[in-house]
T-cell receptor, first 114, second 112 residues
């Protein structure tokens, strides 16, 4: 298994506050992804990165930004959290492009926005 | 709009019997399909995949079948074991894309 750790694992915050979730990997995988999991929607891609400082939007990117300054770290930021961003967030990595390569997931970060 | 659909939110099967999980997709550009398994409080883990050039892929107790004309795939688990109890996600992607589209998941319970 790829060594993927997410922090924090649980967070409760208030509407309007900024939140940053961190993903750290030890496998030197090129691609990194942030997904959110919601009932009735499965997992949906927020943003992904295909290299240091190379990022792109996924299908539900509004209200989120990302940064990748090092191969091993991928940060997801909610500039001003809203209740609709209450979700479980999963980071994933892959050696190659995610469409044909296996994704390795972290254990998830549960975010509650009150 | 959900491009990958798993219409059965849950499935219960007796230990030793076959489990069949179904998945439908709408995008004809999808050419690679995967199944992921998820235990509570853990991230999903890759289970098995199939390319659109095949109609079947087998790995031990797990077999995935693809019917491109019906835009349908299924995962067969034989024999089912209690440790197989988990949520199973179907996922699909198109060539050249970086996104995997996931279904909503099916919770499988294998009864000892």
């Amino acid at each position: 298994d790829a060594g993927i750790t997410q922090s924090p694992r649980h967070k409760v915050t208030e509407t309007g506050t900024p939140v940053t979730l961190r993903c750290h990997q030890t496998e030197n995988h090129r691609y990194m992804y942030w997904y959110r999991q919601d009932p009735g929607h499965g997992l949906r891609l927020i943003h992904y990165s295909y290299g240091v400082k190379d990022t792109d939007k996924g299908e539900v990117s509004d209200g989120y930004s990302v940064s990748r300054s090092k191969t091993e770290d991928f940060l997801l930021t909610l500039e001003s959290a809203t209740s609709s961003q209450t979700s479980v967030y999963f980071c994933a990595t892959s050696r190659g492009q995610g469409n044909t390569g296996e994704l390795f997931f972290g254990e998830g970060s549960r975010l509650t926005v009150l | 709009d959900q491009q990958v659909k798993q219409n059965s939110p849950s499935l219960s099967v007796q230990e030793g019997r076959i489990s069949i999980l179904n998945c439908d997709y709408t995008n004809s550009m999808f050419d690679y399909f995967l199944w992921y398994k998820k235990y509570p409080a853990e991230g999903p883990t890759f289970l098995i995949s199939i390319s659109s050039i095949k109609d079947k892929n087998e790995d031990g107790r797990f077999t995935v079948f693809l019917n491109k004309s019906a835009k349908h795939l299924s995962l067969h688990i034989v024999p089912s074991q209690p440790g197989d109890s988990a949520v199973y996600f179907c996922a699909a992607s198109a060539a050249g894309a970086n996104n995997l589209f996931f279904g909503t998941g099916t919770r499988l319970t294998v009864i000892p």
